[in-house]
């Protein structure tokens, strides 16, 4: 009997063309795409491999044991991805996020971060450098990842309750390990930390007040993300998306919010405070965030770029094809400066805004049909 084989080339399509830059051309001013959009935030898979299976993301179904992986030679090494993830910040990135999969499951990870950490911007200014993880290996990894130059992660838990948090992982594993690496990670002083929930109704909806509670007073900032349709493996339907409005009315309900501004321009949380009894917000109760790309699209500040773990450039969380830089990072005729042309090429021309588009014809048009590339691919 011959083994099932998913090849995961099938889920993420051909490579779109690479456009045809001059060296050089473009040195003079920072690049913005079509709709004026500037290039200031990097995200950088290091891994398609996670060792948890959570329904929304990477369904035991699909990712089973026969699943087809990247081969290790497939994937940029450290000197790749700090090569380009430097170009990337000559052409304006401020802010560097590492992920996967689950990034800790990259071999030696705290090499490229003590290599990514040693990138400055053209002004001298370190980076924002951050990643993030699902935190099963946070507790170990936490102060190595500190001492290498990383500034802090956000972990993502999707409810404090250890039998659903068992039930939506769909490893067994143990909520109580991840809050160890939280506290572990707060101990290292990786910070300031956030914890981001998906909110799926009918399955974790119940934890939102416990994990407010838990982590209020805290110093970590709780974001709740609606259930998105990234990806075509998790089954998604709207029925299942819980406004991050109701969310919000929730938590009201119980401890009063107040809006707060948004952190940086291009933000994908909408902030708000704990509130005193006068009704103005308290800083040591602290905050929680929302995130709705599904009901309240913010495409058109998106500022993100994302690099696969074998060098394709994709232009939003929800494409369906990328550009291989890996092919021009291999090939030693490419200069730093033919890579920072391309770049800038393919920034100009991104038109990218799936969500507003999707927001203004339905979950059920044909836009929302397009097979698109897996979260656990390119990262969240």
Partial sequence: MSERVIPLVDQRHPSLPLPPVVAGQTRHGLPVDALRRPLTDLRISVTDRCNFRCSYCMPKEV???DYAYLPHHQLLNFEEITRIAGVFVERGVRKIRL????????????????QLAALRTPDGQALDLTLTTNGSLLARKAQSLKDAGLQRVTVSLDGLDDAVFRRMNDVDFPVADVLAGIEAAQAAGL??????????RGTNE???????????GTGIVLRFIEYMDVGATNGWCMDEVMPSAEVIRTINAEMPLVPLEAAAPGETAERWGYANAQGQHDPSCGEVGVISSVTQAFCGDCNRARLSTEGRLYLCLFASQGYDLRQLLRDPAQTDAQLAATIDAIWRGRTDQYSRLRSLQGPDSALGQGKRVEMSYIGG
């Fill in 63 to 65: 990712f089973d044991k």
């Fill in 99 to 114: 992920t996967g999969g689950e990034p800790l499951l990259r071999k030696n990870i705290e090499i490229l971060v003590e």
């Fill in 191 to 200: 910070g300031p930390i956030k914890v981001n929930m998906v909110v799926k």
């Fill in 206 to 216: 119940k934890e939102i007040l416990p994990m407010a509670r838990y982590f209020r």
